[in-house]
């Protein structure tokens, strides 16, 4: 039996700002209960971590939806 693999939206927030990106989860076909993320999407979501905590903008705005904390 073959793994399946979807889109889901994962939230990624350091800092003041929050970003909204989509990975792709996979299914192993040994516990098709429980999505996993791959390593190197793990490693991807920790460079958009740090460019979050970085106020990196133009970065984030080019991998997802970026939203940022306003003083109220």
């Known amino acids: 039996m073959k793994e399946r ?12 700002f ?10 192993p076909a040994e516990d098709p209960n429980e999505p996993c993320l791959e390593p190197k999407t793990v490693r991807w979501l920790d460079e958009i971590a740090q460019k979050a ?16 904390a306003v003083a109220g």
């Open 5 to 16: 693999r979807e889109k889901r939206k994962r939230w990624v927030q350091r800092g003041q």
């Open 18 to 27: 929050a970003v909204e990106v989509e990975v792709e989860v996979v299914f």
């Open 53 to 68: 905590q970085q106020g990196d903008v133009d970065y984030l705005r080019k991998v997802g939806r970026v939203f940022q």
